[in-house]
């Protein structure tokens, strides 16, 4: 069971505690009704010690206990009720005390309908108050029922009803305590989906709309940088190999640029064949570098594409930084990425824009690389 559920248990079975007590405070009323020759002993039994004892188990729920003990306890409730009942019925003399017998069935509604119980502790109890009554039968004798026989199977039949009825809502209970369960996690697969692209996993323009304006909620201004690159020629691609084959370069890239991704980087499809990679406290250097890191995989990947010189699938990167802390930095540090990414390309694809520093290539231990032209 959940926590919010264990805790949602306790507050009920509380609240059902409380209003036994009060539902109990009322059979003082029924004391002075069929039993006014032992009501000194009725106040005696229900409000000297049965009323504390019922506060006390009370205050145990407030303790927030194990399953076990909170069901314990609460079972415990209704049983008290009937033992005092039955002390002030056998106590009695009034030729009414016998209708005093027939509080048991509210105590036996009581356990089923208001608490609610767990079936096994409401067997428990229920056989326990049924054990009761047989006692005090035993001890009140022939003289005070008309047919003690009759009165013990309406009250064996009040039992098994009130069982019954246990039984029954604790399975509408877990049923739906399940729905509940798989309505939760057949939402989560929605939102999940709805934040992902269904071709290559990544996640979607939506999912890099929430990320940035996570960072922006968060209050600090950070570091953010962006690297955005799309498949240079792609269109030209499909066409002379086809959608499905098309699909396959999408996928691939996608692999290529979460495995060169560092561990904290997100990568996202942008749209078509556009993605974007998201890096989190990271100056204009090292997105430099991440980037041609990343153009160098793609290029190595040596993805067939027919109308590239060198033959190969490649990508150009635009890159930009910059401090996010207000949604009008996000799109301006988008707007510089994708500018820098027009730059990229006109300039001859197949590179980084603007161009990694030489002491930035130097320090990853790369040349100048030798660029496709377009």
Request: aromatic residues 8%; negative net charge.
């Amino acid at each position: 069971m959940r926590p919010e559920t264990e805790h949602y248990r306790t507050r009920q079975l509380l609240g059902a505690g409380l209003i036994g007590i009060a539902i109990y405070l009322t059979y003082l009323w029924v004391d002075w009704g069929l039993t006014p020759d032992v009501l000194h002993i009725a106040f005696a039994v229900r409000l000297v010690v049965m009323l504390p004892l019922g506060l006390g188990l009370c205050l145990v729920l407030l303790t927030a206990p194990p399953p076990w003990l909170r069901e314990t306890v609460a079972a415990a409730l209704p049983v008290l009720a009937t033992l005092s009942t039955l002390i002030v019925v056998l106590a009695s003399e009034a030729p009414l005390r016998t209708v005093h017998l027939h509080s048991i069935v509210v105590a036996l509604l009581y356990l089923a309908v208001v608490q609610r119980l767990r079936f096994y502790y409401a067997v428990a109890a229920g056989l326990l108050i049924f054990a009761l009554y047989g006692v005090a039968m035993l001890f009140l004798g022939d003289v005070d029922l008309h047919d003690p026989a009759v009165e013990t199977v309406l009250i064996g039949l009040a039992l098994v009803l009130s069982l019954f009825a246990t039984f029954e809502l604790e399975r509408e209970w877990r049923r739906g305590y399940l729905l509940n369960v798989t309505l939760r996690l057949r939402g989560r697969t929605l939102e999940a989906a709805s934040l992902h692209d269904p071709l290559t996993g990544l996640e979607n323009r939506r999912a890099l709309d929430i990320a940035l304006s996570d960072i922006v909620a968060a209050g600090r201004a950070e570091s953010v940088g962006l690297v955005l690159f799309d498949i240079d020629l792609f269109k030209t691609y499909n066409d002379t190999l086809g959608h499905q084959a098309g699909d396959e370069c999408l996928k691939c890239i996608a692999d290529v640029a979460l495995l060169n991704a560092r561990g904290p980087d997100r990568v996202f499809r942008y749209g078509g064949e556009e993605f974007l990679l998201l890096l989190r406290r990271t100056g204009l250097a090292d997105t430099l570098l991440v980037a041609e890191r990343l153009r160098r995989a793609v290029e190595a990947s040596r993805l067939v594409h027919p109308d590239r010189e060198g033959g190969v699938v490649t990508a150009s990167f635009g890159a930009a930084s910059g401090q996010l802390g207000s949604s009008e930095d996000a799109a301006d540090l988008l707007l510089a990425a994708d500018q820098a990414l027009y730059q990229a390309k006109h300039a001859g694809r197949n590179r980084v824009w603007p161009p990694p520093p030489e002491a930035v290539m130097r320090l990853a231990g790369w040349d100048r690389p030798s660029l496709t032209a377009g």
